[in-house]
Each structure stands twice: as C-alpha cells, then as structure tokens.
C-alpha cells in the first residue's frame, strides 16, 4: 500500500465542528492506502516551514510515496483591519523554502500542493477577516510558483466556490457534506498515483 502524507490547516485536520477533508480521506482509502498527516494545524506558510523537521520525526520519510499539502488561508488572513499576515511575496518565498524542504525530507514522494478554499465574506468578524479575491490572487501565486517547481496543483478553491452555507459548520470551515466533497477532490487527485 502507498503511504500519503497530508500536510494541511482546519480545512484538511478539522476544527470545532468540522471534520476536515483528512479525516474523510483516511476513511474512504483504509485498505487501499495509509494517510498520515501531522496531528497539528499546520497554519500558515512560515509555521509549516518551523515545524516541518519536528512532523518527520513521527513518520518514515522515505516510505512517504505521495504528499498533498496546503498553505494560504493563514497566510491571508487579516486580523484586527491589519494586513494579511504573510504579504503575497512573503507567500510565496515560504511556500518555495517549504517546498524545499518537502523534496529533502520526502525524498521518495509526489507532491501536490493544494489552493485554499474560498469563505463566506458576509459571515465573518471584521476583526478575523479573509477576502475571496485575495484568496484567489494568492493561489494564483502559488500556482505560477508551482508550476515553475514542475508541482502538480489541486484546486480546491474550485471545487469550494459554489458551495453555500449549507455546506460550511461556519464562515471558513466545511461540515460533513462540504468535507466530502473536498476530499472526493483530494482523492480524484491521488488516484493516479495510488
């Protein structure tokens, strides 16, 4: 069985009353392969590139045949009116040293990087705010940045966009319907390398 390695924020591990599409992943492949994934939220681009050494020390790095990984929805995240947290060069840079980083640890395996998925504006506190347009602009970046690094994308930003409040356990994070449809995406994706 291949080994899968999902790095990922709440939307990929879950949070408060969300699954998260990792959980639903690890479920749908048991008996066809293994999915680990680090038992943090790996947050924003910078914090994945700080705890990066301390994750591969619970896994064998070179039995990881496939890892799917995301970073953004930290990053653009505006707290208290002020900036995103990671201006969208800042983005990028981490988003190349974590990468970096994935190929020297990960020897052995595929990566995929994943866009953020997109929120619902008008539910979320002034104070804790993302926009969709931004959002969009730094997956945009992350994906010039990706295909540069030959890496292959998952657009979940696509796939989240039509999905109204139905299908969200609040403004950013998805319920059990809208995890099951992002990790259908998650799982398109690895198949081919299964």
Request: charged share 25%; hydrophobic share 40%.
């Amino acid at each position: 069985m291949k080994n899968i390695y999902l790095i990922g924020d709440s939307i990929c591990n879950g949070a408060g009353n969300s699954t998260g599409y990792g959980v639903v992943v690890k479920k749908r492949l048991e008996g066809i392969a293994n999915v680990l994934a680090p038992d943090d939220n790996c947050r924003f681009a910078q914090y994945t590139l700080r705890y990066l050494f301390d994750w591969a020390q619970t896994v064998d790095c070179d039995s990881i045949d496939i890892v799917h990984w995301n970073n953004g929805l930290w990053d653009v995240l505006r707290l208290n009116g002020d900036e995103p947290l990671s201006p969208p060069e800042i983005y990028v840079y981490m988003l190349k040293r974590v990468h970096n980083v994935l190929i020297r640890t990960f020897k052995n395996a595929k990566i995929i990087f994943a866009t953020s998925t997109a929120v619902i504006e008008e539910m979320a506190s002034p104070d804790f705010f993302r926009y969709n347009r931004e959002i969009k602009q730094y997956n945009r970046d992350a994906a010039r940045l990706m295909d540069e690094l030959r890496v292959e994308v998952n657009d979940l930003y696509e796939v989240s966009r039509p999905l109204g409040r139905e299908y969200h356990a609040d403004w950013v994070h998805y319920n059990d319907l809208g995890s099951d449809i992002l990790a259908d995406a998650v799982i398109k994706k690895l198949k081919p390398y299964l």
